[in-house]
Each structure stands twice: as C-alpha cells, then as structure tokens.
C-alpha cells in the first residue's frame, strides 16, 4: 500500500492557508476600495454668488430655485434624485426647482433621453431642461452629478453642494438638512456640503457604473 510522505502532508495546511489568506486580501482590498470610491467627494465647484444674466434657465424672479445640475447616464444620479424628491417633500411650495440634465456637443438629440429623465420628469413641481453643449453646468461652474444650487428670490446663492451622504447612497444627510432649513427658515450651519458623483462632462453609458 503507498504511504504518504509527512512532507506532502505538511504542504496542503499551507497550500490552503495561503489560499484563504490571498482571497481574504482581495476581498478587503475590493471592499476598502469601493468605500474609498463611494466617500470620496467631487472636487469643489465655483458657483457664482448670484445668478448669471447670461443663464437661459427658466426662473421665476422673486421665486427661490434650487438647481441640479445631473449626468443624464450616470448611476449614481439616481441617489440625487431620490434625496431632491425627499427634500421636496418636505419644503413644500416654498421653492421652484429645476433639473438640468447635460448633454455634450456632438451626442444625438435623444441622449438625455434615460431613465433618470423620465425620473426627474415625473417628480411633482420639477421642472427637466436639456443643457446642450454644458454651456449652463461650465456657467454655473459645477463639476459633479447631482450638484445642488439654491438661489433666494433675488437670485443670491444660498447654498452649493451635494445632499447625498456618499456615492449612490440615500438617507438622510446634511446636505439635504441644509438646504431643507435655509429654504424652510432662512438660515442652516453652514451653506454648502460635498457633493458624490461623476464628472459631469465625462462620457457614461446607459444605466453604466459611474
């Protein structure tokens, strides 16, 4: 009858160890990453302190406007969008709000046609404009998907900045306390918040990974 030798016998604790050890170091790895992608915040943008008289946005003046300046194909959006519908909620009639969706020079007419359009599209009191070329997002110096601007009835900032908590990620969140309190009561601790989500120029696919 063969005999195993001692030493094959050694090798396969240490095979299987190894083994768990370098899944263990991917699975981590893979983990510590995508909560490093999902927490790390846009770069900062340069919302200017009143309205532009060059925007052709739609405004009613006297009326405070939030704006959203979104990725028409960038999934995370759809976090953005679901944390407008909950602060909308809760403000009620007291402002306008407005949702511009980018589209690049050279994409077709129907590129801002996904499912975050027809989401924005069928949100009571929201009004969805298609900003050819980026001209207004490159305007209002936004550089981030879901980028939230709140502007008073005299067409002053009031508040510049992301309400989601993290990337893709819904539930209650500072962002959206502040912009619930100045359009509520005037007044919030501060006035801007980091915003998560994709470059606003870059190209996305449908329904793609930002």
Avoid at 47 to 74: D, K
Avoid at 151 to 156: L, T
Avoid at 178 to 186: I, T
Wanted: proline share 9%; with cysteine.
């Amino acid at each position: 009858m063969p005999v195993t030798s001692p030493t094959h016998q050694g090798h396969r604790p240490s095979l299987l160890a190894a083994a768990v050890i370098a899944w263990s170091t991917v699975v981590i790895g893979a983990f510590v990453w995508t909560w490093k992608y999902k927490s790390t915040p846009a770069p900062v943008s340069a919302a200017p302190a009143r309205w532009p008289a060059a925007s052709a946005l739609p405004r009613r003046p006297g009326r405070p406007l939030l704006v959203m300046l979104a990725h028409p194909r960038c999934s995370c959006t759809r976090a953005s969008l679901a944390e407008l519908g909950a602060l909308l909620q809760e403000v009620g009639p007291a402002i306008d709000a407005l949702v511009v969706f980018v589209r690049p020079d050279g994409t077709a007419r129907d590129w801002t046609s996904t499912d975050l359009w027809r989401t924005a599209s069928a949100m009571p009191g929201v009004r969805v404009v298609a900003d050819d070329g980026g001209r207004e997002t490159e305007r209002f110096g936004a550089l981030a998907s879901g980028t939230v601007l709140l502007y008073d009835g005299a067409g002053q900032l009031l508040f510049s900045g992301g309400i989601t908590g993290a990337r893709g990620h819904e539930g209650d969140n500072l962002g959206l306390r502040r912009v619930v309190a100045l359009a509520k009561e005037g007044k919030a601790d501060r006035r801007s918040s980091p915003v998560f989500g994709c470059d606003l120029l870059g190209p996305r696919q449908p329904g793609g990974s930002p």
